[in-house]
């Protein structure tokens, strides 16, 4: 057998898509080439399911090398190439093309190294977010920035998204917490930013990588730094009878010197629907409902529960309660982390979306929100990481009903121009990927994502890493600095629909 020869395949018959193949398999594992339409469908959406791609291949490399031969041979032969973490993302970042291939970097889920001299981690980019804090807790550490998709996001996604979560008022989101990173760019470049320091000489390139969305290169290590688990920690559960009250309250509590290490928002629809999956003990009858979060000392932890309750008071709260135990305070925080999936029974679909404005104009936003509702006669239900102005408005419709997606896009777009009009920002920590690439000239003029992409040229001159996303198909920027999106057509021509 061992003389046994196979027959060479004659590559100038191969279709395009079967020549990438046999090429790709000459690179890393054949198992690891994906090329069958059973075998691509799970790569064909992200967590922005209203939208279906399938990509033309799927690689799935083991090392760093393999991700450099895999970007290099595809640079040279003008191919798209998309990266995907864990896939969670909700604003289409991972979402294929027909014509790419996508590298899935699943098989990158090691923790490398743990440092506690210097208080870090050294991590593969597939490695969950939550992992992190599971690794080092039994040595009193954990990681800050925790997403509501924690459980299952990548920490490389987070990186490329600068994802934040309800802790990150007090420690910040991803960039604040991130020391380097491993990443190989288009031309198989492999290269690293940062490292275990605070800091480090020349250009911060560490910083434009990260919640560059894949656009500028491909994740490969993540070095990020751990806390020491606080003294003490107490959530607070806090219910108004007006979402304007809950708004001015936040305002307050911040003007009062008071930095909680989370702070959250729910109105009543959402309130209702996560007390309902996973039995919180929130107030349902309430009209918004606050949770927030001190950690430190003993005494210091005690007097800032006592000035939240006097602001809270002066704001007409209804109820207040303070959580007695650990198991206590994490079960008001199970509510919140589990309310994306609870209101799977308010309505086939919904589409979550991601803006941040001042924290003084939550009422405003809140009160254009509901107005926006009733327009588009569609019900949203509304979360805040309210301590940093990150909103995320559920919008309800049916993803099979292409009036309702149309509208919901609509209704979406209006809430994201809103939050740009009031002096926020199109995004808080989903990115933009396909989802707000259109509404790009609603926060930058025509010379800023020129600038911009100047920035993407230099390190991917053929645009073939994650193109399509982020920047306007077609860019058409008004001298108002308003959109004209492919003539008033589908909002994402490029992207079929369910």
């Given at each position: ?24 398999r000459?690179?890393i ?44 041979y ?15 993302g909700?604003?289409?970042?991972s ?22 001299e ?32 924690q ?21 910040g ?33 560490l ?76 107030p349902?009858?309430?009209e ?45 925080w ?12 308010l ?22 929100i ?10 949203v239900?509304n ?51 396909i ?17 911009q ?5 230099a ?40």
């Open positions: 057998m061992s003389n046994l020869q196979m027959p060479k395949v004659d590559s100038s018959v191969l279709s395009k898509k079967d020549k990438i193949a046999l090429d790709l000459g690179i594992k054949s198992k690891n080439v994906l090329s069958n339409p059973d075998e691509l469908r799970p790569f064909e959406t992200d967590g922005l399911t209203a939208y279906r791609q399938m990509p033309l291949l799927v690689v799935m490399p083991e090392t760093v090398e393999e991700v450099s031969k895999i970007l290099k595809c640079n040279e032969n003008k191919i798209k190439v998309v990266p995907r973490g864990a896939g969670t909700l604003s289409g970042g979402m294929p093309l027909e014509d790419c291939v996508l590298i899935a970097m699943g098989k990158f889920n090691k923790i490398l190294e743990i440092d506690y210097n208080r870090c981690v050294v991590t593969q980019p597939c490695v969950t977010n939550l992992a992190i804090t599971h690794a080092v807790q039994d040595k009193g550490f954990y990681y800050a920035p925790d997403p509501s998709s459980i299952a996001c990548s920490i490389g996604g987070n990186v490329a998204e600068n994802s934040g979560g309800v802790h990150s008022l007090k420690y989101a991803t960039t604040n917490n991130l020391l380097g990173i491993e990443v190989v760019l288009m031309d198989g470049t492999i290269t690293k930013f940062g490292g275990k320091t605070m800091d480090a000489e020349g250009y911060d390139f910083g434009l990588m990260t919640g560059s969305e894949g656009l500028l290169g491909v994740i490969t290590e993540v070095t990020v730094k751990i806390l020491k688990s606080p003294e003490v920690v107490k959530a607070a559960l806090i219910g108004f009878p007006s979402i304007e009250d809950a708004g001015n309250c936040v305002a307050q509590i911040i003007a009062e010197g008071c930095i909680p290490a989370g702070m959250e928002i729910m109105d009543k629809a959402l309130t209702k629907a996560t007390n309902d999956y996973s039995k919180a003990g929130y349902t009858d309430a918004a409902m606050m949770i927030v979060e001190f950690d430190g000392t003993e005494h210091e932890v005690e007097a800032y529960i006592q000035k939240v309750k006097q602001v809270a008071e002066k704001n007409n709260s209804s109820s207040l309660k303070i959580s007695k135990s650990n198991e206590e305070r994490l079960k008001f199970a509510g919140r982390k589990a309310a994306f999936p609870a209101c799977g029974v309505a086939p679909d919904y589409m979550c979306m991601d803006g941040s404005i001042p924290r003084g104009k939550l009422a405003e936003v809140l009160n254009e509901s107005r926006l509702s009733k327009k588009y006669n569609l019900p239900a979360a805040f990481h309210a301590g940093d102005g990150n909103l995320h408005p559920l919008i309800m419709f049916d993803a099979n009903d292409k009036e309702s997606l149309r509208k919901c896009e609509e209704f979406g777009a209006d809430i994201l121009k809103y939050c740009v009009k009031v002096g926020g920002a199109l995004t808080g920590e989903h990115g933009v990927g989802e707000k690439r259109e509404l790009m000239c609603e926060a930058f003029n025509d010379k800023d994502i020129q600038q992409l100047t920035i993407k040229v390190l991917d001159p053929n645009s073939l890493l994650n193109p399509g996303k982020v920047y306007p198909i077609l860019r058409k920027c008004a001298e108002e600095g308003r959109v004209h999106v492919h003539g008033g057509k589908t909002k994402f021509p490029d992207i079929p629909r369910f």
